[in-house]
């Protein structure tokens, strides 16, 4: 049964160890992302965008490597030490997120492309939500995503009033 739902950015710039410098100026993130992961009970599902549908199971072992650092991460304890696959940032976030916020929680990850249309999405969306609901155990939501970057004319893209 769904209990709880965390919406957190996938930036990875929020993790200390890939901040470099700025982990000072992104503790502030970092807190609030590990706090609404904290909200969460043991059993996960994430949701996030990556290149194509899938689901990725809780034995799923990655790095951050890609990103600067070889930092390993896993979606359970159970596969922590596990062979590193090649993980979008969605599940490598959640995988560090349940890490550090709860590192006796699961997560399983499902990923979705960013260009279905509405209505397929919102078919997703359902479809999801009747497993969640099917779950005999509580179960959170742990959403990574991230906003709209064109709200100034100086962000990167222009600026774009409708988002």
Do not use: K
């Given at each position: 049964?769904?209990?709880?739902?965390?919406?957190?950015?996938?930036?990875?710039?929020?993790?200390?160890?890939?901040?470099?410098?700025?982990?000072?100026?992104?503790?502030?993130?970092?807190?609030?992302?590990?706090?609404?992961?904290?909200?969460?009970?043991?059993?996960?599902?994430?949701?996030?965008?990556?290149?194509?549908?899938?689901?990725?199971?809780?034995?799923?072992?990655?790095?951050?490597?890609?990103?600067?650092?070889?930092?390993?991460?896993?979606?359970?304890?159970?596969?922590?030490?596990?062979?590193?696959?090649?993980?979008?940032?969605?599940?490598?976030?959640?995988?560090?997120?349940?890490?550090?916020?709860?590192?006796?929680?699961?997560?399983?990850?499902?990923?979705?492309?960013?260009?279905?249309?509405?209505?397929?999405?919102?078919?997703?969306?359902?479809?999801?939500?009747?497993?969640?609901?099917?779950?005999?155990?509580?179960?959170?939501v742990l959403v990574v995503a991230d906003g709209a970057n064109t709200?100034?004319?100086?962000?990167?893209?222009?600026?774009?009033?409708?988002?």
């Amino acid at each position: 049964m769904l209990s709880a739902v965390a919406l957190v950015p996938s930036a990875p710039v929020m993790i200390a160890e890939l901040a470099g410098a700025a982990a000072t100026e992104t503790a502030d993130l970092r807190v609030a992302a590990v706090s609404a992961a904290r909200g969460l009970p043991p059993r996960w599902v994430g949701v996030g965008v990556a290149s194509e549908d899938a689901v990725v199971s809780p034995d799923a072992v990655g790095t951050f490597a890609g990103y600067g650092v070889d930092l390993p991460v896993a979606l359970s304890a159970a596969a922590l030490g596990g062979q590193p696959a090649r993980l979008p940032l969605c599940v490598l976030v959640t995988a560090w997120l349940r890490g550090t916020a709860n590192p006796a929680a699961s997560a399983e990850m499902h990923t979705y492309r960013g260009d279905h249309p509405a209505e397929a999405a919102v078919a997703l969306g359902r479809r999801l939500r009747a497993d969640l609901d099917a779950f005999d155990e509580p179960t959170g939501v742990l959403v990574v995503a991230d906003g709209a970057n064109t709200l100034t004319p100086a962000a990167p893209g222009g600026y774009d009033p409708d988002a």
